[in-house]
């Protein structure tokens, strides 16, 4: 067999994560595609098995070395780093630096050749900077660890996928981030990204910045013209099927119709609102341009919810399944 070995991450323990991973870990077909194993704390996910009774086994290892990829039993690579009574719903730093410490523990694992994938359970930014730890979130920790340089949030849905020149920024300063090298390397990374995964030739899309790509000048200040029209251009010259920039309000709606295989969003929440209209449990972000494989759930820690049993893990599920799909195979 050549199951790839995945670790999950986490994430932040006062939320959703743990009970997500425990409700994936209950489904068999997991361990017949992969070799899973968490990063984190092995205490936290007993607790959370007491709210959503799966049943399973919950054993702390030290190496991944030590673990047996057995169906019922949990291996945990246990970094210990919380306390037992740590509050549910809650934001702490103790939390946030535990997320942050699981999530290098898992990139220094891909780095040295020990597993195959990273797939991550969700952070809280909020309690990730009352850590000590100021980034963003996922994406910009693992680029800053991997020392990557270009890299891309890409977004997928089973009728959508979408890539990001920007993302955790506010909109003006989002606008001014845009010009066309970089407009230019996330429609490469999203050609060359979907040829991996079997696209002969992909059909990339890019969106505008303005209400209706700028109208020929007749919205904003040409910032079309100034800031994509030069990096879609270079991209064409190469021979990539790529298009735009098109109007945002109807360029989604093509893209689920199957008139193209990804779009190129301009800044956050043109990318991420209409994944996430498609449903919070088919989502999938992906971090394009990392030296390792990261995979990860399209929506937050749910504190308002965490503690109940009745969060969702199928996004996590489907972040396994991509990870899988992507991560180079091993002989066991």
Known sequence: ???????????????????????????AQVYESCRPFVIGDAKILERADGFVHTGLRVRSIQSVAEAQFQYGTVDCLDLNLLPAD?????????????????LKKAIELANAGEID????????????????????????????????QDYAMMLS??????IHVTTHVGL?????????????????MAHETLQKAGYTSPKIAVCGINPHAGENGLFGYGEEEEKIIPGVQK??????????????????????RGDF???????????????????????????????IIRTSVDHGTAFDIAGKG????????????????????RVE
């Open 86 to 102: 740590l509050p549910i719903g809650q934001v702490s730093a103790e939390a946030g630096h535990a997320s942050f410490s699981f």
């Open 172 to 188: 003006i300063d989002a606008v001014k981030m845009i010009h066309p090298e970089r407009v230019y390397k996330v429609i490469r």
């Open 235 to 256: 991209a064409q010259a190469e021979g990539i099927q790529v298009v735009g920039p098109l109007p945002a309000d109807t360029l989604f709606f093509r893209a689920t």
């Open 1 to 27: 067999m050549n199951r790839p070995i995945i670790g999950i991450t986490m994430g932040d323990a006062a939320g959703v994560g743990p009970e997500i991973i425990m409700k994936s870990l209950k489904d």
């Open 261 to 291: 295989d990804i779009v190129v969003a301009m800044y956050h929440d043109q990318g991420h609102g209409p994944i996430k209209v498609l449903g919070l449990e088919a989502g999938v972000n992906i971090t394009v341009g990392l030296p």
């Open 117 to 148: 994938a990273i797939c991550t359970a969700p952070l809280n930014k909020e309690a990730l900077h009352k850590g000590g730890h100021i980034y963003p979130g996922h994406t910009e920790i693992l680029a800053d660890l991997t020392g990557t």
């Open 157 to 162: 849905a089973p009728k959508l996928k979408v």
């Open 310 to 329: 009745i969060a969702d893990e199928q996004s996590l599920k489907e972040a396994l399944r991509q990870a899988i799909e992507l991560a180079p195979r």
